[in-house]
């Protein structure tokens, strides 16, 4: 490592100003994250002292009732997002893998790109098609296919209606599929070529290349990015929607209809006039933005220790 | 620094003394499209006014008129005692034009229109009527051919004042529904699948074969959904169009004791009874202060009065029940006794 000798200070005004106005931009940023959590904590303050810890726990919703419990939200939202991963995990990784490891530089850049513009769609328009086309797919081929295969399971029973959390959860992995994909990518750019040849030259093949040499040492970097791609699926509103049939009830189909945090707020905000909705719907939100924050923390963690090790050597 | 302050100052004023009269208002979006037809109308009448109206939705309505952030507020379901009393009472339900919800369904097989009773309705949504050739839909729909698929239930998954209608009506007709689940914008469903907004509701509807949900009128009209005629309190099958909403609204006058109307217009007009009468059906409100405050106030008393007598012309083209002639009288009444200080 070399040093950088310590520059003498800016003595012109203009760079004085300049940097003065790019720090105050960037602590700008951080206040408005604390000033959000603020804002969030504050207002859940009367859900959460009316009921306690029972509110995260208790799992009915009854705005006419006032009586708030948010499992089956928060249950919603783990499922639909682990089930997500669970599909765009694997996908992800052979996507990244085929684009770094075996595809000629064109079609690579040709096909990267398709894969990013999967993550330019707006969320509404993927809802959309889960409405018009994916639902009624579900319905009608890909939920009955399912219930006589391995309708013994519990995953896969209930009547076929088309949306419901299996439905949302494809949407999701469909969605989160372009973040976990691009980030892998880089993570396999960043093992250095030497490594793979000196696997080759050990003899492998370029399978026992790929295993020993590009994913055992990214394996870090693949996790940080499928933690970021599960950040992502949680905070996700419009699309899941639009497809997840929103009912505050916990079952363990998957063709069931199910409600997620997020959801949960956009759908009854507007609309919610007693003091007591409105503060529980905070308090989801507070909820959902710890979790978030905490998950993406985690991801920039080891995503970075992974890069910066490799910057290192 | 100083130049910018100066600048600002002086577009500032600038504006405001060439504007005109700026009113605000929030609230409800299912009269949205009326609501803006009549701003832009009212425009020739009177040019010197200018109304600014966000449709953020009923409640967001109710709050920012009783945080007094706008001029006037909309919902389509009046303030309850408790919101009142938060206002102190500083409120008048000025009633625009009226709205009604329809039961919508997807049954391709079927030869006719498909005919509801009150109690079918509710137990459909209860979950207890669970099959369509059950045998109580058999009995209000006699010769037609019922499929003997379940029947699918779909509901709003957002708060909103169709919602409202809809369970006010089945809390009055059903004292189950009542008990277990209530009225509101926002309810428990005891079964069903959620749908956003009209649009949300019909898409699900349309996709599946045996569902059945409930749409705003005009929303069904506009996209020519199949809807359901249902029984009213007097045993006549309804079929919903703007014309039966604005009966079940003069019915009321005609068949309400004077004394028993309420004062203030926050009428419940569901499960109306009489000729004609379309039971699901109701009015949508402005909220406003008792009294204004000069300049504003005038302006704000001369718009709703012309809303609620020539404005009025305007509503059926686009598909809004207009007020019964019985109750033009008192709303203009109540819009006269309005107070600027």
Redesign the interface.
Same mark, same amino acid.
């Given at each position: 490592m070399t040093t950088i000798a310590k520059r003498p200070k800016d003595v012109h005004l203009g760079d004085r100003v300049f940097a003065l106005s790019l720090k105050s931009i960037a602590a700008f940023v951080g206040i408005m994250l604390i000033a959000i959590g603020f804002f969030l904590a504050k207002a859940s303050i009367p859900a959460l002292n009316n009921s306690g810890f029972a509110f995260f726990v208790t799992s009915v919703w009854d705005p006419v009732q006032n009586v708030y419990g948010a499992l089956p939200v928060i249950f919603g939202t783990i499922v639909s997002s682990l089930t997500a991963l669970m599909i765009a995990g694997p996908m992800s990784v052979g996507v990244a893998l085929f684009l770094t490891e075996l595809a000629p530089a064109w079609i690579a850049s040709v096909f990267g790109f398709l894969v990013q513009m999967l993550a330019a769609i707006p969320s509404v328009v993927y809802g959309l098609w889960g409405i018009f086309v994916l639902a009624p797919w579900m319905r009608e081929t890909v939920q009955p296919t399912l219930s006589s295969s391995l309708g013994f399971l519990p995953l896969f029973q209930g009547p076929p209606y088309g949306v419901g959390m299996l439905t949302a959860s494809l949407i999701l992995a469909i969605m989160i599929t372009p973040t976990i994909a691009s980030i892998c990518q880089e993570v396999f750019k960043a093992v250095p070529t030497a490594q793979r040849e000196s696997a080759l030259a050990l003899g492998s093949t370029r399978w026992e290349m790929m295993k020993l040499a590009v994913l055992k040492t990214s394996k870090p970097g693949i996790f940080g990015a499928i933690i970021l791609g599960l950040g992502r699926a949680f905070g996700e509103t419009m699309a899941v929607t639009m497809v997840i049939g929103n009912r505050s009830e916990i079952s363990f189909s998957l063709f069931a209809p199910g409600q997620t945090m997020a959801s949960v707020i956009a759908n009854e905000y507007a609309e919610a006039t007693h003091d007591l909705h409105l503060s529980a719907l905070a308090a989801v939100g507070l909820a959902l933005f710890i979790v978030t924050i905490i998950i993406n923390g985690t991801a920039r963690v080891l995503i970075s220790r992974i890069t910066f090790k490799r910057q290192q050597a | 620094m100083k130049l910018l302050i100066t600048l600002i100052t002086a577009l500032s004023l600038g504006s405001t003394s060439i504007a005109a009269t700026l009113i605000n208002g929030a609230g409800a979006t299912f009269p949205y499209p009326i609501y803006s037809k009549w701003f832009s109308e009212y425009q020739k009448v009177s040019s010197e006014v200018q109304i600014n109206y966000q449709s953020?939705?009923? /409640?967001?309505g109710?709050?920012q008129f009783s945080d007094r952030t706008v001029d006037f507020g909309a919902s389509d379901a009046p303030m309850t005692d408790e919101?009142i009393e938060k206002v102190k009472g500083d409120v008048l339900h000025v009633p625009t034009v009226l709205g009604a919800v329809v039961l919508t369904y997807n049954l391709p097989t079927l030869k006719k229109e498909l005919r509801l009773t009150p109690g079918v309705i509710a137990d459909i949504f209860l979950g207890k009527i669970t099959k369509w050739n059950d045998e109580r839909i058999k009995k209000a729909n006699p010769g037609l051919e019922l499929p003997t698929s379940?029947i699918?239930v779909v509901r709003r998954?957002?708060?909103?004042?169709t919602t409202n209608i809809f369970t006010e009506y089945l809390s009055k007709i059903s004292p189950d529904w009542a008990s277990k689940? /209530?009225?509101?914008?926002?309810?428990?469903?005891p079964v069903? $699948?959620?749908?956003?907004g009209n649009e949300?509701v019909t /898409? $699900?509807v349309k996709?599946?074969p045996g569902a059945i949900g409930y749409v705003e009128l005009i929303y069904a009209l506009n996209n020519k959904l199949a809807f359901a005629d249902v029984e009213n309190k007097s045993g006549q099958f309804i079929k919903p169009s703007t014309k039966s909403v604005t009966a079940a609204a003069a019915e009321y006058f005609k068949t309400t004791k004077k004394s028993e109307i309420p004062e203030d217009l926050r009428i419940s007009l569901t499960n109306s009874a009489g000729k004609g009468a379309y039971p699901i059906s109701a009015f949508t409100f402005i909220l406003v202060n008792k009294t204004l405050p000069k300049g504003k106030g005038e302006s704000i008393q001369k718009f709703l009065e012309w809303a609620v007598s020539s404005g009025q012309k305007f509503a059926e083209d686009l598909g809004y029940a207009k007020l019964p002639n019985e109750l033009t009288p008192r709303v203009s009444k109540m819009i006269k006794g309005i107070q600027v200080k």
């Open positions: - | 953020i939705g009923s /409640g967001g109710i709050k919101q379940d699918m998954s957002d708060g909103s004042g689940v /209530g009225k509101g914008t926002a309810v428990n469903f069903g $699948l959620g749908g956003k949300g /898409g $699900l996709q599946t």
